[in-house]
């Protein structure tokens, strides 16, 4: 794993999506980690998932860019396609841009977001897997 250095960015894309649920809402993290929680409570949510795992990240915990088995089991039982989420028309998907850094004051490490992009309906380029939305249709 590589350490983490202050000046370092980070590109995450995620999404969330009405299932029609009576509490939650799905959402993912599908790049550069794969990550699932089926307790998202709105398009926040993203923020917040990527708020944590940069802290993880901070600790020295490892992510993977390959989905868990147990998630895989819980996407298929719901007839989901791990593959798709980027490509996601139903879905609320956002860029959002963090920094490490040094915040004056601190002595560890944090985080900043840089930014945050949000649309609905895929990006049509993202991570190392671009597609078109020709490839929707």
Not at 57 to 82: A, H, I, T, V
Not at 95 to 106: A, N
Request: glycine share 8%.
């Amino acid at each position: 794993m590589t350490k983490i250095k202050a000046g370092d960015t980070m590109t995450f894309y995620g999404c969330c999506w009405d299932a029609e649920w009576e509490f939650d809402m799905p959402c993912v993290i599908y790049y550069p980690f794969k990550a699932y929680s089926p307790n998202g409570s709105g398009v926040g949510y993203i923020e917040d998932f990527v708020d944590d795992i940069c802290c993880d990240l901070l600790c020295d915990q490892e992510f993977s860019n390959k989905w868990d088995d147990s998630d895989l089991k819980e996407f298929k039982w719901r007839g989901w396609n791990p593959d798709g989420f980027g490509k996601r028309c139903d879905a609320i998907h956002q860029k959002i841009v963090v920094e490490f850094c040094h915040i004056k004051g601190w002595r560890d490490l944090e985080f900043k977001v840089l930014s945050i992009e949000e649309k609905d309906g895929p990006f049509e380029n993202w991570g190392p897997g671009k597609f078109s939305i020709s490839d929707l249709k």
